[in-house]
């Protein structure tokens, strides 16, 4: 997002506590000269210096093994972070942008998930929070719309890969490439007839730089609506990184859904996006960096 946002010309602050994220994704943008970084928790209170005209706020663990493992700290980067980070753009009369997420829905009885499906969570399991936070975030993101009159976007972003994810960040993606490329048994929950769908991360950020131009306040799905089953998935990406990997069954986690694939007549009608990166292309460019990644430092 920082990419494009300095690509479009625009000055960006970024900030990070780097509790799940890395310095390395960094690396590029030293001494690019529109990019300040501040290391920080946005749980706290933030006073920027000059002018600020949207607010971004995209943070949040977002892997299940992430959040299972912090998650007092992702209640409240929903929560506190949000209204931080809500504050901060009223501070400065900017719009505000919310990253939230297809987990909103849960386990959706729903099929695709449309943005006016109420959902179907349990608020008390080992998911819960992740997807309350997320669900309290936009609440409290629409009550700053209506009460404040800040100029506010939801985005609910369904599955999206690319380089740069972590290798042991646990979601579907990177734990798939990492174990076919190291020839390690792939590890397929369940029968694997659960569906996801995959959205590569070029596609994404595109989807979010035209929300967060646009007049809509509700929140709008983002994603690819290319639906397959994890076992489909688990054999593309043996087949693609011609690994010889073996596929293995766990079974599945607690509240694991079993389908996820979104709606995305909304973004087509309102933002006149879809995504446009073919899974074959998205994936040997992701392929690429985590090879890269595991090839030996001379």
Not at 128 to 143: G, H, I, N, P
Request: glycine share 6%.
């Amino acid at each position: 997002m920082c990419d494009r946002l300095l690509a479009e010309g625009h000055t960006v602050v970024g900030l990070d506590n780097f509790l799940t994220g890395s310095e390395r994704n960094l690396e590029h943008l030293a001494g690019q000269a529109r990019f300040r970084f501040i290391r920080h928790d946005v749980t706290l209170p933030l006073v920027l210096d000059g002018p600020c005209d949207t607010v971004l706020h995209l943070a949040s663990p977002a892997s299940p093994k992430d959040y299972l493992r912090h998650p007092i700290e992702t209640l409240d980067v929903g929560s506190v972070g949000t209204r931080q980070m809500l504050e901060l753009a009223r501070a400065h009369n900017a719009s505000f942008l919310l990253t939230s997420t297809s987990e909103t829905y849960g386990d959706p009885l729903v099929h695709p998930q449309v943005e006016t499906y109420w959902g179907n969570v349990n608020p008390v399991g080992l998911r819960s929070c992740y997807d309350e936070s997320k669900r309290f975030a936009e609440a409290l993101t629409m009550a700053f719309h209506r009460t404040y009159n800040v100029r506010t976007n939801i985005a609910r972003i369904f599955n999206t890969y690319g380089p740069r994810m972590k290798l042991n960040d646990g979601r579907v993606v990177p734990v798939f490439l990492d174990q076919a490329l190291r020839g390690e048994p792939m590890t397929v929950f369940g029968d694997g007839a659960q569906t996801r769908s995959f959205c590569y991360v070029s596609d994404l950020v595109d989807g979010l730089y035209r929300l967060m131009q646009s007049a809509e306040r509700y929140p709008v799905n983002l994603g690819n609506p290319q639906e397959m089953t994890i076992l489909e998935f688990a054999e593309r990406i043996r087949r693609q990184t011609g690994s010889k990997s073996r596929i293995i069954h766990e079974a599945l986690p607690q509240d694991d859904p079993k389908q996820r694939k979104p709606d995305i007549e909304k973004a087509r009608r309102i933002l006149g996006w879809e995504p446009c990166v073919p899974l074959e292309d998205g994936l040997r460019r992701t392929i690429e960096y985590f090879r890269a990644l595991q090839a030996p430092v001379a």
